[in-house]
């Protein structure tokens, strides 16, 4: 299966704890995105990746998460400090990126990480 | 006001019907657009780009009308298989290629 992969699909931890999930996008895509969704309503925007580079965060994205892409093929996303708020689904997913075509910005989702906070 | 407005439903049809969502984005700026299709506790899966001149997919049809802000889909002999939630997506200028989505329109396709 060459999509994108995360890892693990499941997660239940008790409030405070850190938690840290995997992402492996398309291995040609070289962007790289991370979502959230609850229940009812669209995924919502957390932060992207230009290979290696963190170009843009959401304001959703406060300072107890942390996401990176090292060597600009896998990233991770940390949320320290979890509360109950925190309990989502999180969505990766990956593209091309830019390059005058419109299909290079299609973006791609893995089955995501849903988190449960106790 | 969302950026991306859809009417949530559900739309409940029978099989062989044909069905119409409508979507409103509130950013005159924005270049891409999509449809994306979501199943129960799934991740979304793009179903078609949507292109300032229409475009049609098999049972599919997408269109785009800039002046009102405002993306169609169109899905035509419905089946079974097409129940699902239709999240009407919208690429913002400027944005770096977030996406911004919809809440959903929930079909549901009765025998």
């Known amino acids: 299966d060459t999509g994108v992969s995360q890892d693990p699909r499941h997660k239940i931890t008790k409030r405070g704890q850190n938690v840290t999930f995997r992402c492996d996008p398309i291995?040609?895509?070289?962007?790289l995105y991370w979502y959230r969704q609850t229940l009812g309503q669209g995924p919502e925007f957390l932060t992207y990746?230009?290979?290696?580079?963190?170009?843009?965060k959401s304001r959703l994205l406060s300072d107890r998460f942390s996401a990176e892409r090292p060597k600009g093929s896998f990233s991770t996303l940390e949320i320290q400090r979890t509360e109950q708020g925190d309990s989502a689904m999180y969505l990766c997913?990956?593209?091309?990126?830019?390059?005058?075509?419109?299909?290079?910005?299609?973006?791609?989702f893995g089955p995501g990480t849903r988190l449960t906070v106790l | 006001r969302k950026e991306v407005e859809q009417d949530p439903g559900p739309f409940n049809v029978p099989e062989g019907a044909t069905v119409a969502f409508n979507c409103t984005y509130s950013?005159?700026?924005?270049?891409?657009f999509f449809w994306y299709r979501q199943d129960c506790r799934k991740e979304p899966k793009l179903l078609m780009s949507?292109?300032?001149s229409g475009n049609e997919d098999g049972r599919f049809t997408a269109q785009l009308n800039r002046a009102s802000q405002y993306i169609s889909l169109l899905i035509r002999d419905s089946k079974l298989s097409d129940s699902a939630t239709y999240l009407c997506?919208?690429?913002?200028?400027?944005?770096?290629?977030?996406?911004?989505f919809g809440t959903g329109t929930q079909l549901k396709v009765e025998l």
């Open positions: 997913a990956s593209s091309f990126g830019t390059s005058g075509s419109k299909s290079y910005n299609e973006q791609f």
């Open positions: 291995s040609e895509h070289n962007r």
């Open positions: 990746f230009q290979n290696e580079a963190q170009l843009e």
């Open positions: 950013n005159s700026a924005s270049q891409s």
């Open positions: 949507v292109y300032s």
């Open positions: 997506v919208v690429n913002p200028t400027g944005g770096g290629n977030k996406l911004t």
